[in-house]
């Protein structure tokens, strides 16, 4: 049995139809709306909080490695050498130098 081969498809504007919207262009999300209770306009509910634009502005706040890279107290598991060594003294081991 001989098989045939398919026509390829004509993809995007060799079709004929226009683009897709990309982004924003398709209609993008509906703001929430609500009148303003001073003016009687219609304003953006998020603007009806009293909080300025910026309330919560400004830089991030700095985590993980961010910070400036794992501590001492860290790569210890989260104890500091004097506090490994009571521990360990508490369970009877014996500390080497070296």
Same mark, same amino acid.
Request: without cysteine; aromatic residues 4%; glycine residues 20%.
């Given at each position: 049995?001989?098989?045939?081969?398919?026509?390829?498809? !004509?993809?995007? +504007? *060799?079709?004929? @139809?226009?683009? %897709?919207? /990309?982004? =924003? &262009?398709?209609? $993008?999300? #509906?703001?929430?709306?609500?009148?303003?209770?001073?003016?009687?306009?219609?304003?953006?509910?998020?603007?009806?909080?009293? !909080?300025?634009? +910026? *309330?919560?502005? @400004?830089?991030? %706040?700095? /985590?993980? =490695? &961010?910070?400036? $890279?794992? #501590?001492?107290?860290?790569?210890?598991?989260?104890?500091?050498?004097?506090?490994?060594?009571?521990?360990?003294?508490?369970?009877?081991?014996?500390?080497?130098?070296?």
């Amino acid at each position: 049995m001989v098989m045939k081969k398919k026509p390829m498809k !004509k993809k995007g +504007m *060799a079709r004929g @139809g226009a683009m %897709k919207k /990309k982004g =924003m &262009a398709r209609g $993008g999300a #509906k703001m929430p709306m609500s009148k303003d209770p001073k003016t009687g306009k219609m304003v953006p509910a998020f603007a009806m909080d009293g !909080k300025g634009k +910026m *309330a919560k502005g @400004g830089m991030m %706040k700095k /985590k993980g =490695m &961010a910070k400036g $890279g794992m #501590k001492k107290g860290y790569a210890a598991g989260g104890m500091t050498v004097g506090q490994l060594r009571a521990a360990a003294k508490a369970k009877g081991y014996k500390i080497m130098k070296g």
